[in-house]
């Protein structure tokens, strides 16, 4: 596993590394990768689902005794990635406004010129779903739960899971135009 941020493994008195809390560990490796699949999946760039997911888990350090507390840790875990990751979409617009502001740029050639089975065009689409069908169809089809663990992290019944999956994929059938 990648060291920790340092702000994380900082240093005590004597240059003594901090002691993480019992758990915290395992608890990163037991859950690293499938945050940074969805990561990476949403953000369409390994490094900033790097950062990202990093992001997420020094959050959750700083939030452990109350993480722990959760009903459901995990489901809260998800939470903080998803708040990450809408912080990184949202960093990327201004950026992209900055430089339109300053920059003198050519028309933008159409959208459509690259596909709809390109992973952005498809991100795209799911960041256009409704936030319950987004993260009914994220939690199956990204990070691959079944209905009855998206039902128990998103605290829905397994009905409601099933119903907001139908609808999230005719969404995306209907925006895609498949």
Not at 28 to 47: C, P
Not at 74 to 79: H, K, W
Not at 155 to 167: D, E, F, Q, W, Y
Request: include cysteine; hydrophobic fraction near 40%; proline fraction near 6%.
């Amino acid at each position: 596993m990648r060291r920790l941020a340092p702000e994380i493994h900082g240093e005590a008195e004597g240059g003594e590394p901090l002691a993480l809390p019992p758990g915290f560990e395992e608890f990163v490796r037991a859950h690293r990768t499938s945050m940074l699949g969805l990561a990476i999946s949403r953000l369409g760039d390994s490094h900033d689902a790097e950062e990202a997911t990093q992001d997420a888990f020094l959050i959750a350090y700083r939030k452990w005794d109350r993480l722990m507390s959760a009903h459901n840790p995990i489901a809260l875990l998800y939470r903080i990635l998803q708040d990450c990751l809408t912080d990184r979409h949202r960093r990327r617009a201004r950026l992209a406004r900055r430089e339109q502001l300053t920059a003198d740029l050519p028309e933008p050639e159409d959208p459509q010129s690259f596909g709809l089975e390109t992973p952005l065009a498809i991100a795209e689409a799911i960041d256009q779903l409704p936030s319950r069908q987004r993260e009914v169809i994220t939690l199956k089809y990204l990070v691959g739960l079944d209905n009855h663990e998206i039902a128990v992290t998103l605290g829905i019944s397994h009905p409601t899971v099933s119903l907001h999956a139908k609808r999230g994929r005719q969404r995306l059938r209907d925006s895609l135009g498949l």
